[in-house]
């Protein structure tokens, strides 16, 4: 599915790698732009202490297509030692976890939330996802907003299993800035909670938000065609800034820089077909790559062009209808795109939808199936875990029950795709964060404590 | 409704996928949910004629003699009523962020309490088509509100594809005393506490004969409208949601003793749930509420249905937050209260008792108690036909039927998916594919 484009820009050399890989690397020394001095803000998350854990019997869906029954999973060391079927022989551990009649998944990831950048309580003081006074704000890091005492970390643990999340900017502008990947882990700090390693994004946002907020401002853009010109214009600037020496720090041309250098992924909001097919070109223009059409609600009329630029399309069940551009939203939307052999991943967008992927996956599975689209449980597992994982850089490190991941997991009280099933404990790098069973194993955030309900059950 | 008035109306509506006719129907060989909160049935059979339910029930137990009108085997399916769903928008708009096209709210409007949600409902509406696939045969439908505390009344619909929409215009009055109502009362709970008083006082003086339009506040429509809420034969639907306000509503009873009241939202309810009981008013819930989303629901989780119902209030489901997928997700919703019934210390509903809560106890609430949302000798033969257990996410109608006439299940997404199943335009452009 990788495919590698060389693009000659002005003399300097930009390549862009599939957007799902997140490993695009410059294409040699000689060319390749001075490095950066380490991330700053860098991460300074460091996994919980763990037990060496095996559960076992208990079905598995491994986040990479397999599933099976009678099977075990063994973690050690914060990683995922190796798992197994019927036939193959378990470790002998002390810790054992009985999975009878349970199933085990990889930790659900989010490709596209809002949680601590828009936190509950959802006042205005907290509205911090769209700095809305500029079209492009590529200069704008999303980590820079989040309060990590959102309360809705804790319920997208306890409820949906998420364990990784990407959090954007808003929609609003059409560069909206970086994007950040945390654990979901709660934290003093938001680099505590930063996934190591992660690549950053940058949020841009197709069609009706930007050509509304601004054209309400009477500046440009007010049209979809001003969307465009202002979004070339930046590129251009971006290009020459990054041909350049690149001495004069410029917050905003580093980030563009940083996806011309294909280290920065693209997070494109785009709901229309035909829009999509446009952002395509421009990436191609520029030498960049889309890496997830986030709210991709008419992906399914142009799964073979999203196949053959490897884009994926990171969608809802079966949201549709509350603005113009996601009028033609179907609940066939993810099974099509699927049959087209494009990338599909459930995301939700929504500080509710975050706590139940597995059964939004479950209703575009379903709706597949009445029209002819089978779909296995594994895959549509992968929805959830690893194609997500890809899209947002870190399938080498989590999203998968694969030896030598992150030990990111989830025990479901039964069938995830049912709506009758939760998790019963998620681990995260190995160390047990959830336990349904256990009323003190469960993220309080500081805004909770005193208040009515401090430490339900959510 | 008549079913022979649905159908002559179905016959006038040439542009829309329309409901063929009023059919005698048994149903055999079904999973059987009878909506009242008891437990499926094996071998269940229901008998429909003239658009109402005669019998419903194990088939052992059905009336001897041959059974007129169409037959449906539905082996391997589930049947069970209509859903009915409260306090919609259904027919109420087209595209949410698209402003001409939706009636939901009159924010520039003079009038209030005098807004009646029936004069706008659009039958042709791609939601209700869309909501009717899903499953859902009735809603009550209510604008939001605009310039003052009362949003205006609320009407009952059903969902078939006829013109025929309002089964009830003005069955209740819709007030928010939290913190919506306080917005837009001027800025405080104190002056929607005011606003509301004078607003029944200028009613009641409009009742006696008694209205002066230069010293009331209220318009004459209005003060009008407010009638039959002060008299008790409109109910009176009031938004809450915390545990003080839910109190502060229940004791205006005492001052206001004919007041029918039906509390909504009510995130806290949990908390307050001896009271609510005690007081005998019905509750409209958005159950999977769980996030302190403002400082009214500080409390919110989502075992407050279970908690409620547990403490004997009857609870419906509505205002469902949690995505932007109507009221075709309601069966979800209630699926998780039945999950929850499996997390340690978490509060759920038995499957009956979710399935109730969005069919017989809204339609209970509503006033159709008997009529809507149950499989009961009487009631009117909205059925549902699904696929598998009603309340799975994977599980979707394979027939529905409102006031025993089988419905069409196509609508603007199953056109277009029907369309783009592939992307083959190697003979003409998609656009010729219809």
């Not at chain 1, 952002?279 to 399914?300: P, R």
């Not at chain 2, 639907?237 to 005492?254: G, N, P, Q, T």
């Not at chain 2, 038995?350 to 509503?366: H, K, M, Q, R, V």
Request: proline share 5%; aromatic share 6%; net charge negative.
């Amino acid at each position: 599915m990788r495919y590698r484009a060389l693009t000659i820009l002005g003399g300097a050399v930009a390549l862009a790698a599939c957007s799902a890989s997140g490993q695009s690397k410059p294409a040699s020394a000689s060319d390749a732009p001075a490095p950066q001095a380490e991330t700053p803000y860098a991460s300074t998350y460091q996994a919980y202490p763990s037990a060496e854990t095996l559960i076992i019997p208990v079905s598995v869906f491994d986040g990479a297509g397999g599933g099976w029954d009678n099977g075990w999973v063994h973690m050690k060391d914060g990683k995922i030692a190796a798992v197994g079927g019927p036939t193959s022989r378990p470790p002998e551990v002390d810790n054992v976890v009985d999975g009878t009649g349970k199933v085990v998944t990889p930790g659900i990831i989010d490709i596209h939330s809002h949680l601590g950048d828009y936190p509950t309580p959802s006042v205005q003081a907290h509205a911090d996802g769209n700095e809305a006074t500029s079209p492009t704000t590529p200069e704008v890091w999303a980590e820079h907003s989040i309060w990590p005492q959102d309360p809705g970390f804790s319920r997208a643990m306890a409820n949906g299993g998420i364990t990784s999340l990407q959090i954007l900017p808003g929609s609003a502008n059409l560069m909206g800035g970086r994007t950040v990947t945390l654990k979901n882990v709660p934290s003093r700090t938001v680099q505590g909670m930063k996934f190591p390693g992660a690549p950053h994004g940058m949020k841009m946002a197709c069609g009706e938000n930007p050509k509304r907020v601004y054209g309400g401002k009477g500046r440009m853009p007010s049209t979809r065609m001003g969307n465009f010109a202002v979004n070339r214009q930046t590129w251009i600037d971006a290009q020459q800034y990054a041909d350049g020496d690149r001495k004069n720090r410029d917050l905003a041309n580093e980030t563009l820089a940083g996806v011309l250098d294909g280290e920065i992924q693209i997070h494109n909001h785009c709901y229309r077909a035909d829009e999509m097919a446009l952002v395509i070109d421009m990436a191609k223009e520029f030498g960049y790559t889309v890496s997830t059409f986030h709210h991709a609600v008419e992906s399914y009329k142009i799964g073979d062009l999203l196949r053959e630029n490897d884009v994926c399309s990171a969608v809802w069940a079966d949201w549709y209808g509350f603005k113009m551009e996601s009028y033609d939203g179907i609940p066939e939307n993810a099974a099509l795109i699927q049959q087209a052999g494009a990338c599909v991943v459930i995301h939700s967008d929504d500080e509710n939808g975050i706590q139940r992927l597995n059964q939004e996956a479950a209703k575009a599975q379903a709706a597949g199936k009445r029209i002819g689209i089978d779909i296995s449980d594994a895959d549509v597992i992968s929805w959830i875990t690893l194609n997500a994982a890809k899209a947002m850089g870190i399938d080498d490190q989590t999203g998968s029950l694969t030896a030598g991941k992150m030990a990111d997991v989830v025990l479901w009280n039964g069938d995830p795709l049912s709506v009758y099933s939760r998790p019963e404990k998620v681990w995260v790098d190995g160390a047990l964060l959830y336990d349904a069973n256990d009323p003190k194993r469960r993220p309080v955030s500081d805004f909770e404590l005193g208040q009515p309900g401090e430490g339900d059950v959510k | 409704m008549k079913a022979f008035l649905k159908l002559a109306a179905a016959t006038l509506a040439l542009a829309l996928p329309t409901a063929v006719s009023a059919q005698d129907v048994t149903i055999t060989n079904a999973k059987l949910a009878i909506g009242d909160g008891s437990d499926p049935i094996d071998d269940g059979m229901v008998i429909v004629r003239n658009g109402t339910i005669v019998f419903a029930g194990t088939a052992a137990n059905a009336p001897a003699g041959r059974q007129s009108g169409t037959m449906v085997d539905a082996r391997g399916q589930w049947v069970s009523p209509g859903i009915f769903m409260p306090l919609t928008n259904l027919g109420l708009w087209d595209v949410g962020a698209v402003s001409e096209s939706n009636d939901i709210r009159a924010g520039d409007s003079l009038f209030g309490a005098a807004l009646d949600a029936s004069t706008a409902v659009n039958y042709a509406s791609q939601h209700i088509a869309v909501s009717r696939a899903g499953g859902v045969t009735r809603a009550t439908i209510s604008t939001g509100p605009s310039g003052s505390i009362f949003a205006g009344q609320g009407a009952a619909i059903d969902l078939g594809a006829d013109p025929d929409a309002i089964v009830a215009a003005k069955s209740f009055q819709l007030v928010l005393l939290g913190e919506t109502g306080a917005r837009l009362a001027g800025g405080s709970r104190v002056a929607a506490y005011a606003e509301f008083a004078n607003a029944l006082h200028e009613a009641k003086a409009y009742a006696a004969g008694n209205w002066n339009a230069e010293a009331s506040l209220l318009t004459r429509a209005d003060a009008a409208a407010l009638v039959s809420v002060i008299g008790g034969s409109q109910k009176l639907y009031v938004h809450v949601e915390r545990a003080a306000d839910i109190r502060a509503v229940l004791a205006l009873r005492s001052t206001y003793p004919k007041l029918d009241m039906v509390l909504v939202g009510v995130s806290e309810g949990w908390i307050v749930a001896d009271a609510i009981a005690a007081s005998g008013v019905p509750v409209i819930a958005d159950p999977l509420d769980n996030l302190p989303a403002n400082f009214e629901e500080l409390g919110a989780t989502q075992s407050n249905v279970g908690r409620m119902v547990d403490a004997g209030v009857t609870v419906a489901l509505g205002g469902l937050s949690g995505g932007i997928t109507g009221p075709r997700t309601a069966p979800q919703f209630a699926g998780n209260l039945v999950a929850l019934s499996k997390v340690p210390g978490a509060s759920g509903l038995t499957w009956g008792e979710a399935l109730a809560s969005i069919t017989s106890i809204p339609a209970e609430i509503s006033g159709f108690g008997g009529k809507y949302g149950v499989l009961k000798a009487g009631a009117a033969a909205d059925v549902v036909i699904w696929d598998g257990d009603p309340l799975e996410v994977s599980s979707a109608p394979t027939k529905v039927f409102i006031d025993g006439i089988e419905q069409p299940l196509t609508n603007h997404q199953t056109r277009l998916r029907d369309r783009y199943k592939d992307l083959d335009e190697s003979d003409l452009p998609k656009a010729y594919d219809w």
